[in-house]
């Protein structure tokens, strides 16, 4: 089992700036990819951006794509999400997923494991 625990949420003015963290815990050698999706009110939840173990070639959503940037550290078993310039429409509950496989693909349809959220509201 893996244990996701993210933090950094909270209020913001548009234009601003916030750093998510994931904690991984638990059997972290199986987790390949990690990455960040988010759920606005009476939406359906998105993804937004995954990386996998080496940190190459993340791949972004194109609503956040030059905004945000995704890093990892192993050591640490943790994923960051840096959020620049900071938009209303970006106001949702951002969760931590993480995938056995390296596909992207396989992390977007069906992560194995989740967090439980963290709430970031974008003030206009």
């Known amino acids: 089992q893996v244990q996701l625990v993210e933090s950094g949420g909270g209020l913001v003015q548009a234009g601003g700036s916030l750093r998510l963290s994931c904690a991984a815990s638990?059997?972290?050698?199986?987790?390949?990819?990690m990455g960040w999706f988010r759920q606005a009110p009476g939406k359906e939840r998105e993804f937004v951006v995954a990386?996998?173990?080496?940190?190459?070639?993340?791949y972004y959503a194109d609503s956040v794509k030059g905004r945000f940037t995704i890093s990892r550290d192993n050591v640490k078993n943790t994923v960051y999400l840096q959020m620049n310039s900071l938009k209303p429409e970006d106001t949702a509950v951002y969760y931590c997923?993480?995938?056995?496989?390296?596909?992207?693909?396989?992390?977007?349809?069906?992560?194995?494991?989740w967090g439980q959220g963290t709430q970031v509201t974008v003030s206009s």
């Open positions: 997923a993480a995938a056995y496989s390296a596909s992207y693909r396989d992390l977007i349809d069906s992560p194995n494991y």
């Open positions: 638990g059997r972290t050698f199986r987790i390949a990819v």
């Open positions: 990386i996998n173990r080496s940190g190459v070639n993340p």
